[in-house]
């Protein structure tokens, strides 16, 4: 039964391109002013349910009046589907990207009204084979760059929308973080224990492929202050049904290919040198902020104690511009398991955690990313 739900939750992943936040100050005659991020709305990815035959969809909350729309890809688009298995997201400039997964697919839609300006067939652009199945996405320098199951990191200029480069990485490519010149990719090898890190250098787009001690089924990479953390996950040795799990689903430091436990971690959000945990969400759940600022190697953990908790956690999001969390969650169905098959919900928590909203969503919630801006304000404000 745990592994049936491992290999549904292999498209539950959270991922979210952070802006990073500048001031100025003019000593002299002009007005100071300090700049701040905001969020106008919060998106909802849902995966939906392949083997029910539910396609995947997009869940919109407007964070001023707090209105939902469900299928909101849906309903700005004359009801068309978003696709199956959509499994992470982001806002790049103008545009808003879905990754999709099963349909081979990037969305771009448009950011005010979601209509949809172009699908980007990741098998068209780079062959069915290295396309397949794109998973995770981030953005920068003009290009939105993913993975694929195909074991390749990709680059895609955002204006014309054409494959600047490619590379392979690792077995089964995850979720990726970038930092400088370099992009840090996570190489899941689909749970099998053989996981590896593959670092691409942006000048040549060539890949070096590292087995770190410690880590086996990478999920999501995270840097800190040029310090890289991974979200490493159990594996399995030999077939279902009689597979075992090994290891553990902890967040590791990496440095000079090894790697050590920061804290036992299923899910995990990064804002401001801080951690935002679940762990066993299968069993009974924990949730922790883990501060990394003071000590960057280890870490300072600390319980994180929510005023109301979810019923099956999917995944956790911290908003870059409030602060607040965001927990995804299963209902509960017939004889006391999560519902794969039925809509979702996401409750809202500042990050003490007081519980301050519950949104729900559509099947299978796996993640969230925010519609975000810039502010001036002045420093007398």
Known sequence: MKMKKY????????????????????????PSYRYEV?????????????????????????????????KAFAMANDGQSLGSVPNDGLVYGDKVYVVVDQSNAIMVLNRKTLK????????????????????HIIAGNGHVFFTTYGGYLAAVDTVNY?????????????GLAGYGNTIIVAN??????NGTISVVDLNTFRADTRTIQGIHNPQKVFIVDGNVYVLDWSYYE??????????????????????????DAYYASLLDGKFYIISDPYGTPAYSVCDVTANAINGVTTPLHLSEGVYSPAGIEVDPGTGNLYVLSYNAGDGGYADYSADGYVQVYSAAG?????????????????????????YNN
């Not at 980007?120 to 794109?134: C, K, N, R, V, Y």
């Not at 899941?188 to 224990?193: E, K, L, T």
């Not at 597979?243 to 000079?256: D, I, M, P």
């Open 7 to 30: 290999l549904v939750r292999m498209a539950a992943l959270i991922a979210c391109a952070p802006l990073f936040l500048t001031s100025c100050d003019d000593s002299n005659d002009g």
């Open 38 to 70: 905001y969020s106008d709305d919060a998106f909802i990815v849902n995966s939906g349910n392949m083997p029910s035959h539910i396609d995947g969809s997009l869940t919109a909350i407007h964070l001023a009046n707090g209105a939902v729309q469900q």
């Open 116 to 135: 949809l300006i172009k699908k980007i067939s990741t098998t068209d652009l780079m062959g069915a084979q290295e396309g397949a199945e794109p998973r």
């Open 162 to 174: 054409a494959l600047t480069a490619k590379t392979k990485v690792g077995s089964y490519p995850e």
């Open 188 to 193: 899941s090898d689909y749970a099998r224990g």
């Open 238 to 263: 030999g077939e279902w049904p009689n597979s075992v799990e090994k290891g553990e689903s902890a967040l590791r430091y990496v440095t000079n290919m090894t790697s050590s436990k920061v804290a």
């Open 354 to 378: 007081a519980k301050l909203n519950k949104y729900n969503t559509g099947v299978g919630p796996c993640a969230v990313f925010f519609n975000m801006g810039v502010k001036a304000v002045p």
